[in-house]
């Protein structure tokens, strides 16, 4: 019986030797001379701003912002290159945005040191007014590259997507955020266009690997990581593209225990990673870069 | 020997990636669960205690008052009738739906709560409706009305207006289509919550997004004083 579960394994090993790479078989070593970058990431935070009581049903003491922000701290502390990003929805949960209307909320993010985030669904609940006055509180920007702001409040206060030097490394982050109708009350999102997002997330990852030489692509997405229940979501958009290593994504508060990797379009690996809601968790995944090369293909190594 | 096969095809593998310009990412990845274990950090727990503070003072914040207590009931109880009552009157003075064309229907499960004599607070609303349920406004086929009967029958009764339930067969209250059933209900029990599998029958609808929560806080509100009612709008066979 061992001998035989033995010889699956070995041989399924070959079989992925020989199409995929050679990577996979012993456990990789990190070279010792390669720069760390450290993504930290939280998705769908909801408004939970305390930490859930000790008699709650299913989350008992866990999450809360003053922890994470302890969490935070600890990690920049050792960590000279990191980035800190959100995946959208961070209103909408407690009576904290009922009566805050998204301010503290955003106020406690800058003190946290987001880098970055993008709009969720339920971020258009306090009206396209209500997230404009809500964001006067925040230090950090806005990545939406396929919904079209032009004619409301929020022109010219996002942007497609931002590039962070951090170390040696350029990094790109642009967002993805979901289909508003039928998910949105029309009053609440006015004229905000939504556009096809994976022609677009196609465009600017090429733009920011190859024009802007970015080390590293990131996708925050809240277009969810179902593949059933939306048209569009993380693993079609890891399918559908190229160029990004990493989608971020949320809206479905998926808890991965670790980012999957898909194949892209041409074959090249592309991580996803969610982790969950309500500031249970802070997704961390590490990247140590290699030398960079001209017109480089990247292949990552899961370690 | 299986190891220097894999060796061998290993180098040769590493040999044609290097070839076609491959950077080699490393990936360590590690999800840290916020949990007791990190203390708060005291900076940011000071900045938040004044909000902390406020919400406490809204939640106290009086909006009505109760001539009696209103509690779950069946085949009907004060406090769905309630709920559903005021979701019509809300969505109907805000024009959301015309007047007199709607039924609801919500579920006893949903309600969390009694609300006890006495002054009423934004508290006590969210302790009855603690879900963000938002309202759906949908149209069901008529005979949608005998798969709700059926329902009603064997759940022995959940929170509805604009129609009656007399002996176990249904009548809305004011026939407006005799095709349609216009039925306004929370987006959970309309997403096949509780097995109210009828709203899958359905033709159009609309969430409106607003949350059941706000509905009951305006209409406690606007209306001030609440009576509880009980008008045997169900009774069963």
Redesign the interface.
């Known amino acids: 019986m061992m001998k035989r579960r033995l010889f699956i394994q070995?041989s399924a090993?070959?079989g992925a030797?020989?199409s995929v790479?050679?990577?996979l078989?012993?456990t990789?070593k990190?070279?010792d001379q390669?720069e760390k970058l450290t993504i930290l990431h939280t998705n769908d935070t909801h408004s939970n701003?305390?930490?859930f009581p000790e008699d709650h049903a299913k989350y008992p003491?866990?999450?809360?912002?003053?922890?994470?922000?302890?969490?935070i701290?600890?990690?920049r502390s050792s960590e000279k290159n990191a980035l800190l990003l959100d995946a959208g929805d961070i209103f909408?949960?407690t009576?904290?945005f009922?009566?805050?209307e998204g301010t503290?909320e955003m106020?406690?993010m800058s003190?946290?040191g987001y880098d970055c985030a993008t709009i969720g669904n339920h971020d258009f609940?306090a009206g396209l007014e209500g997230f404009v006055k809500a964001y006067q509180f925040a230090d950090f920007p806005f990545v939406c590259a396929n919904y079209d702001f032009t004619n409301t409040p929020l022109n010219g206060l996002t942007s497609s997507y931002q590039i962070f030097q951090k170390g040696p490394f350029k990094v790109g982050v642009f967002g993805l955020g979901v289909g508003l109708n039928?998910?949105?009350?029309s009053?609440?999102y006015g004229d905000t266009v939504h556009q096809a997002p994976i022609p677009i997330a196609n465009n600017i990852a090429k733009h920011l690997r190859f024009e802007e030489s970015c080390d590293?692509v990131i996708c925050l997405s809240h277009l969810g990581y179902h593949p059933k229940q939306f048209d569009d979501c993380d693993t079609l958009l890891a399918a559908e593209s190229e160029n990004i290593?990493l989608i971020i994504g949320g809206h479905t508060h998926t808890f991965l225990?670790?980012?999957e990797v898909h194949k892209n379009k041409v074959g090249e690996q592309v991580?996803i990673?969610q982790?969950g809601w309500a500031?249970?968790?802070?997704?961390?995944?590490?990247?140590?870069?290699?030398?960079?090369?001209?017109?480089?293909?990247?292949?990552?190594?899961?370690? | 020997m299986?190891k220097i096969?894999?060796?061998v095809?290993?180098?040769?593998?590493?040999g044609l990636?290097a070839c076609?310009?491959?950077?080699?990412?490393?990936?360590?990845?590690?999800?840290?669960?916020?949990?007791?274990l990190?203390?708060?950090?005291?900076s940011?727990?000071a900045?938040?205690a004044p909000?902390?503070q406020?919400?406490a003072a809204?939640?106290d914040r009086q909006i009505g008052y109760a001539t009696d207590n209103l509690k779950r009931g069946r085949p009907e109880g004060s406090l769905g009738n309630f709920v559903v009552d005021a979701t019509l009157s809300f969505l109907e003075r805000e024009g959301s739906i015309p007047e007199q064309r709607y039924v609801c229907i919500m579920n006893n499960g949903g309600l969390r709560s009694p609300i006890s004599q006495g002054i009423i607070t934004v508290g006590d609303i969210?302790k009855l409706m603690p879900f963000?349920n938002t309202v759906v406004v949908a149209k069901l086929p008529k005979n949608a009305l005998d798969s709700i009967c059926q329902y009603l029958t064997s759940s022995g009764g959940e929170p509805i207006a604009g129609f009656t339930m007399n002996e176990g067969s249904c009548q809305v209250n004011s026939p407006s289509d005799p095709d349609t059933l216009y039925v306004v209900t929370s987006d959970y029990l309309f997403n096949g919550g509780d097995h109210m599998d009828f709203f899958g029958m359905h033709y159009s609808y609309r969430?409106?997004?607003?949350f059941l929560r706000?509905i009951l806080i305006q209409e406690v509100e606007e209306r001030d004083t609440i009576r509880p009612v009980i008008d045997d709008r169900i009774t069963l066979e």
């Open positions: 070995q090993l070959l030797g020989v790479a050679p990577t078989f012993a990789p990190i070279p390669l701003i305390e930490t003491g866990q999450g809360g912002v003053a922890r994470r922000h302890t969490v701290q600890n990690i909408q949960g009576p904290y009922n009566k805050f503290l106020k406690l003190q946290m609940d039928g998910l949105v009350p009053v609440l590293l290593d225990d670790r980012p991580l990673n982790v500031g249970l968790a802070l997704g961390r995944i590490d990247f140590y870069l290699g030398e960079k090369k001209r017109h480089e293909r990247h292949k990552l190594v899961m370690v | 299986n096969h894999l060796f095809i290993g180098c040769i593998g590493a990636w076609s310009s491959v950077r080699k990412v490393y990936v360590q990845t590690d999800k840290v669960p916020i949990t007791t990190s203390a708060p950090d005291d940011m727990q900045f938040i909000y902390k406020q919400l809204e939640m969210y963000d969430n409106t997004g607003v706000d």
